[in-house]
């Protein structure tokens, strides 16, 4: 099946810069959608942005100008650059990726980030 793993939280001030990475193995060229969540504590899960397989985007409203989501099909990779960070912004970051034939969405197991001084 398909495994997700992230990468690239950490600490960072507000307005500072991260890139999270999402690495999918065992695809087999049949993951269409993919995109991010986040929740933070004491909040619903939140979508941040999603991307298909042709490069379409929709972003939170909450994100827009300051996010930008992308993939690499070449190597499976998703990716979030997040610039202009904001304390709100706190929160862990789950990626996903839509199988189809049979239809499943997988899940990767998360990635913190924080944005404090």
């Known amino acids: 099946q398909v495994r997700l793993v992230e990468s690239g939280g950490g600490l960072v001030q507000p307005g500072g810069s991260l890139r999270l990475s999402c690495a999918a193995s065992?695809?087999?060229?049949?993951?269409?959608?993919m995109g991010w969540y986040r929740q933070a504590p004491g909040k619903q899960r939140e979508l941040v942005a999603t991307?298909?397989?042709?490069?379409?985007?929709v972003y939170a409203d909450s994100v827009k100008g300051r996010f930008t989501i992308s993939r690499d099909n070449a190597v499976n990779t998703l990716y979030l650059q997040m610039n202009s960070l904001k304390p709100e912004d706190t929160a862990v970051y789950f990626c996903?990726?839509?199988?189809?034939?049979?239809?499943?969405?997988?899940w990767g197991q998360g990635t913190q980030v924080t944005v404090s001084s």
């Open positions: 065992g695809s087999d060229g049949s993951i269409n959608l």
């Open positions: 991307i298909t397989r042709g490069g379409s985007t």
């Open positions: 996903h990726a839509d199988r189809i034939a049979p239809s499943r969405r997988y």
